[in-house]
């Protein structure tokens, strides 16, 4: 049998029976113990190891994959050229371990072809049902990840004045986060959820250095907010004509857009919120009635 010497253990002590049996088992299933310790909070012995990819399989009662976050996850990976998050596990048999929140992960490198998988074993099988209740992390919403991309640009403007937004496609992932990262900067009540989906057709990342594009990203935020003011102030006149529907804003703006569907050719960023500044107040509100709001509220998607 194996004794604790032949992996790290961390604090100095001999981990219970049952844990340096199941570091015995993970070698004798082809995985290999990188540490045992105690976890900062409660003291629980866990296990640090790779485990034979082949044998690590989502519980049987988590929810399913989503294709899209796998996705998304394996290209990132595969970008960074790095694995850095390991998955928990338990072992509710001899030659199996079951992970309650790493099966995205889980999936991404069985699809790289890795043989093998990082994880944190948790020698106590009932935690996988705890885990779940644990998993809080969310992903970003929309106004966290503008701020953290403008907030990037801002850095890099100072660490990098040579390079540009192109040169970081990849971290800032959309042109449109930047404007929208500058107007949440200006208001963190931004209704930046309602413009998104038209900023996402006409923005694109700039052309040269940051000091060049910065002021030119200020000059976008400004149409965009300009328009929103547009926007609200026609609101205001459908409220106080009694028009309260939370729908009311996007609304306004579906009717507004200079961005159709039909139009084979987009125009200008600058032309796109000239114009729906305009559109929005030449709009004749007296039109607008109530169960048309409530109508298009209810087939709108998410």
Not at 123 to 133: G, H, N, T
Not at 194 to 201: D, E, G, I, S, T
Not at 222 to 238: R, T, Y
Not at 272 to 286: H, P
Request: hydrophobic share 40%; aromatic share 8%; glycine share 4%.
């Amino acid at each position: 049998m194996a004794t604790t010497r032949e992996y790290a253990v961390h604090p100095a002590g001999s981990p219970p029976a049952e844990v340096r049996a199941l570091a015995d088992r993970v070698t004798e299933d082809g995985g290999h113990v990188l540490a045992v310790y105690q976890e900062p909070v409660g003291d629980h012995w866990q296990i640090f190891c790779l485990l034979p990819i082949d044998q690590v399989d989502a519980t049987p009662y988590q929810r399913d994959l989503s294709p899209t976050h796998v996705k998304r996850l394996q290209e990132v990976v595969k970008k960074l050229e790095r694995f850095v998050d390991p998955v928990v596990v338990t072992s509710p048999r001899a030659g199996v371990y079951w992970t309650p929140n790493g099966n995205h992960r889980r999936t991404v490198l069985q699809k790289l072809k890795a043989k093998l998988v990082p994880a944190i074993l948790i020698p106590d099988s009932e935690v996988s049902f705890q885990i779940l209740a644990l998993n809080t992390e969310k992903a970003h919403n929309l106004k966290e990840k503008s701020l953290e991309v403008i907030r990037m640009v801002r850095v890099l403007a100072e660490d990098a004045p040579d390079s540009g937004e192109s040169d970081f496609a990849f971290q800032f992932e959309s042109p449109h986060l930047i404007t929208l990262g500058i107007l949440y900067e200006q208001n963190k009540r931004f209704a930046g959820g309602a413009f998104a989906p038209m900023l996402k057709r006409v923005d694109q990342f700039l052309a040269g250095k940051f000091s060049k594009t910065l002021p030119e990203r200020e000059e976008r935020a400004a149409l965009v907010k300009a328009a929103d003011d547009a926007l609200g102030k026609a609101v205001e006149k459908l409220k106080r004509r009694g028009l309260n529907h939370p729908y009311v804003k996007n609304f306004l703006l579906a009717r507004t857009t200079p961005l159709t569907r039909a139009r084979k050719t987009l125009p200008s960023f600058e032309q796109t919120f000239t114009r729906l500044k305009e559109n929005i107040e030449s709009a004749d509100l007296g039109k607008i009635r109530y169960e048309d709001v409530q109508r298009a509220a209810v087939v709108a998607p998410e």
